[in-house]
């Protein structure tokens, strides 16, 4: 079955670094969503990609589509502690279900 | 906010029990997935229900059941209740969910402790 990976499990960051977490699919997807959770929270929709090799931003967030579609990227700039939290790639390969990655859970120090 | 309800919160049942969880979708939603995230992983695929119907189900016993309504509301039932159980229970609306791709709105979950 279709497995979605996700490297690093855990990413520590001085406050105004940057940091890149990375999304793997065994398959190809038709499109790939992000979703961030807070600790004790639920996943909140980030964004969503579809072409190939998009790139989309939002703010110091840019995320990325690769161009064979099996791979993702979400690349943070000036980390800040409201970026706290675990970040989470979630495919699909043309069918109802989202399979999610295990996630990178972001710790920052101020 | 998403619009998207649940109950309860929290519940605690015993080993072999039974447990029915609620999921009121958004808004003009029709389709509500359902999800398991246990802890420290990410959320794991339980099933769908598009239009009252089933419309696709993740690798979960058969005693992992569910129902839409007319409402689109959604129930999960989880019967003979064991302790790998215990997780938070998420349940997502998106507008249509036949083609895949389409955004979906989690609520705040349910988490299950299962003793």
């Known amino acids: 079955g279709q497995q979605v990976m996700q490297i690093p499990q855990y990413q520590h960051v001085q406050e105004g670094e940057d940091f890149t977490t990375y999304c793997n699919s065994s398959t190809t997807l038709s499109n790939i969503q992000w979703y961030k959770q807070r600790p004790g929270g639920h996943p909140v929709f980030l964004i969503q990609l579809v072409k190939s090799g998009e790139v989309k931003k939002q703010k110091r967030l840019t995320f990325q589509f690769g161009e064979a579609k099996k791979n993702s990227s979400l690349h943070i700039t000036a980390t800040q502690t409201t970026d706290v939290g675990t970040y989470f790639c979630?495919?699909?390969?043309?069918?109802?279900?989202?399979?999610f990655g295990a996630g990178t859970t972001v710790t920052v120090r101020a | 906010e998403t619009g998207v309800t649940q109950s309860p919160t929290h519940l605690i049942k015993t080993r072999g029990q039974q447990v029915t969880l609620r999921c009121s979708s958004q808004s003009g939603h029709n389709t509500v997935s359902w999800y398991q995230q246990a802890l420290g992983q990410g959320p794991q695929f339980i099933f769908q229900y598009y239009r009252e119907e089933e419309n696709g189900r993740g690798n979960f016993p058969p005693r992992f059941s569910g129902l839409q309504f007319p409402n689109y509301s959604s129930e999960l039932n989880v019967n003979a209740l064991e302790l790998d159980d215990s997780a938070l229970y998420l349940c997502?609306?998106?507008?249509?969910?036949?083609?895949?791709?389409?955004?979906?709105?989690f609520g705040p979950g349910t988490r299950l402790l299962v003793l």
């Open positions: 979630a495919g699909s390969p043309n069918d109802y279900k989202l399979s």
């Open positions: 997502a609306s998106s507008l249509e969910g036949l083609a895949g791709g389409e955004t979906q709105y």
